[in-house]
């Protein structure tokens, strides 16, 4: 069987490989707790739903223009009014097949093989592949101070005469880092110096703890006309707790975005109107939703630090945002000598907890931990995460009515 070389480059998507193995697995009844999802458990807004259910008992299911329709982007130009200060045009929107579909659209748009995108480090697992998939080189960046904030610094000294966009996921994943506003205000004015392509990826932007408030990119842009190489991309998955939604857009400037849509009309033709119709009613419906997702996932935030600070041996930097913390788990990596993906498949095989592997996003040694669940799933799975490393742990361990005994150093 003859495979392209790309596709033999292609890594599998290992957070979508762990939600099917913890599903199947608790599928057969195995007391699975998933702290390794990256979606939130609460239900959608009741508008989205209502508009999704208008639509459906409408019995209007064909097809929808390329870019979205236009009620939808209405819905992005009054949104992107309200939280960003910026009033554009539906030429300058695309709206997608969810806000991965944007940015994998944007980069096919602007990539030729062999061009360099540049990413701060941990990063998204599916940066790397999805440039890759456009023939790119993807180029993550560590800071150099060994924290989750990258400087200017860092990233001017990985730029070359390759390189042809930056991608800027605050608050990130999977870290929850949220960059400074000087940071942000630097990379707008240094890509547009050098005149490299920004992407903003901005799907966690109204997920900020401790009174944090989202940055407004546009606000440090000095180019906004229709040569602007500035990228930002959103959605409702994470927000409105709609991921299984997939609809996300990009706001770009109006030469670029017909290319993107000629691009997205050969891969998947127009995005559900059912599921654009959801969106809609999310965006412009009551928004008191969103900010009790973000009460509840700062909560969770709260009671998972609590418990890592218990947990000898690990250290965990507080995150700012997002429902995601990246632990360093490096002293139990060299305890049990395995590496973060041996130390994840063990963990969940002896306790049936799932945690994502920190080599996944660019870091070895390091679990991506997620708080989407309940306070019980936190506490519950960070405590069988104690028992099945801590050697000084009791030799039992109950989970329901199943007793486990420790056969392991």
Same mark, same amino acid.
């Given at each position: 069987? *003859?495979?392209? $070389? ?6 599998? *998507? ?10 199947? /697995?608790?599928?057969?009844?195995? +007391? $699975? ?6 979606? &939130?458990?609460?239900?959608? &807004? ?86 890759? /998939? ?45 960059? #400074? ?46 040569? #602007? ?28 975005? +017909? ?11 127009? +995005? ?19 900010? #009790? ?23 965990? &930097? ?38 994502? +592997? ?19 799933? $936190? ?11 801590? &050697? ?18």
């Amino acid at each position: 069987m *003859s495979i392209s $070389i790309i596709a033999q480059t292609i890594s599998e *998507s290992a957070t979508l490989k762990l939600n099917e193995k913890a599903a199947l /697995l608790r599928a057969k009844g195995e +007391p $699975i707790i998933h702290l390794g999802g990256g979606e &939130p458990k609460t239900q959608a &807004p009741i508008d989205a739903i209502i508009h999704a259910v208008g639509n459906l008992n409408s019995g209007e299911t064909r097809y929808t223009p390329a870019d979205g329709t236009p009620e939808m982007k209405q819905a992005v130009i009054r949104y992107t009014d309200e939280f960003y200060d910026r009033k554009v045009m539906p030429e300058n929107i695309i709206v997608s097949g969810g806000a991965k579909q944007a940015i994998m659209v944007a980069l096919q748009t602007i990539l030729n093989p062999q061009d360099e995108v540049i990413f701060p480090a941990p990063y998204w697992v599916s940066y790397t592949e999805m440039v890759k /998939l456009c023939g790119g080189v993807p180029v993550p960046v560590y800071a150099e101070d060994g924290t989750f904030y990258p400087r200017m610094k860092d990233i001017e000294e990985h730029c070359t005469s390759f390189t042809k966009a930056v991608i800027i996921n605050s608050p990130n994943n999977p870290t929850g880092a949220f960059y #400074s506003e000087e940071f942000i205000a630097e990379i707008v004015e240094f890509c547009e110096k050098k005149g490299y392509y920004l992407i903003m990826d901005d799907i966690y932007h109204r997920l900020l703890f401790d009174g944090k408030h989202p940055i407004n990119c546009y606000k440090y842009a000095k180019d906004l006309t229709d040569n #602007s190489k500035l990228i930002v991309v959103n959605g409702v998955s994470k927000q409105y707790a709609m991921t299984g939604y997939r609809i996300g857009w990009a706001v770009a400037s109006r030469k670029l975005i +017909p290319y993107m849509i000629n691009i997205q009309a050969h891969q998947t033709s127009g +995005p559900s109107i059912v599921l654009q119709k959801a969106a809609i009613g999310a965006i412009n419906g009551i928004q008191s939703s969103v900010e #009790s997702l973000r009460r509840t996932l700062e909560n969770n935030r709260n009671v998972l630090m609590q418990e890592l600070n218990g947990f000898e041996g690990v250290h965990c &930097p507080k995150p700012d945002g997002t429902f995601y913390a990246f632990a360093d788990f490096k002293y139990y990596t060299k305890l049990h000598r395995k590496n973060s993906k041996e130390l994840a498949e063990f963990i969940l095989e002896k306790v049936r907890v799932a945690v994502v +592997p920190g080599i996944e996003f660019g870091m070895e040694g390091y679990f991506r931990i997620s708080t989407c669940g309940s306070v019980k799933d $936190i506490t519950e799975g960070i405590k069988r995460m104690k028992w099945a490393l801590d &050697p000084n742990s009791p030799n039992e361990l109950y989970i329901g009515q199943r007793k486990l005994v420790r056969d392991w150093v």
